[in-house]
T-cell receptor, first 113, second 110 residues
């Protein structure tokens, strides 16, 4: 079984709709992250969380919100989707302490029409 | 702010050696990571340097020079399966978030 899972894997939605992307992990890691990747580009950090009570904005948080429901679950919401939020979204986890390795989920491909 | 620069694309033949350079500008620095991503796949961790010098992991090696704000990933004995995008990423503090470069697409030809 995968250690980091994302649902859905693919989603098509319309402009103005609210959408939630979910991430679950069985690695027992405290730290979780949401990134977006646009074609041919690197990953940009949207939000991150170091534990259940800790939520931090990344470099491109506008138009997004998150919820850390439990250590294992970190959800990303688009309150009112717009076409330029069409992208590939990745969730990642990292152990606490001085770790240097992030573990990525398989990604969610989102298309906003 | 932070910025990381790496070449957009490199092409090489099987068995060759490829070096992917990464230069960075950041207000704080703890370490430099490298990730591999195949088309349609998730990024996977390859290597990490916190201190100056070379780290070797099988056919892949990574180098860091903190004084030059520079690192590279060396891919040796290239195989077709090495065709992928490679990203450098800066970590500003222990266990902290990563800032990624734009990625280098490596195409391995027969």
């Amino acid at each position: 079984d995968a250690d980091v899972t994302q649902t859905p894997r693919n989603r098509i939605t319309k402009t103005g709709k609210r959408i939630m992307l979910e991430c679950s992990q069985t690695k027992g890691h405290d730290r979780m992250y949401w990134y977006r990747q646009d074609p041919g580009l690197g990953l940009r950090l949207i939000y991150y969380s170091f534990d259940v009570k800790d939520i931090n904005k990344g470099e491109i948080s506008d138009g997004y919100s998150v919820s850390r429901q439990a250590q294992a679950k970190f959800s990303l919401s688009l309150e009112s989707a717009i076409p330029n939020q069409t992208a590939l979204y990745f969730c990642a986890t990292m152990p606490g302490g001085s770790s240097e390795t992030q573990y990525f989920g398989p990604g969610t491909r989102l298309l906003v029409l | 702010g932070q910025s990381l620069e790496q070449p957009s694309e490199v092409t090489a033949v099987e068995g060759a050696i490829v070096q992917i350079n990464c230069t960075y500008q950041t207000s704080g620095f703890y370490g430099l990571s490298w990730y591999q991503q195949h088309d349609g796949g998730a990024p996977t961790f390859l290597s990490y340097n916190a201190l100056d010098g070379l780290e070797e992991t099988g056919r892949f090696s990574s180098f860091l020079s903190r004084s030059d704000s520079y690192g590279y990933l060396l891919l040796q004995e290239l195989q077709m399966k090495d065709s992928a995008s490679y990203f450098c990423a800066v970590q500003k503090a222990a266990g902290n978030k990563l800032t990624f470069g734009g990625g280098t697409r490596v195409l391995v030809k027969p």
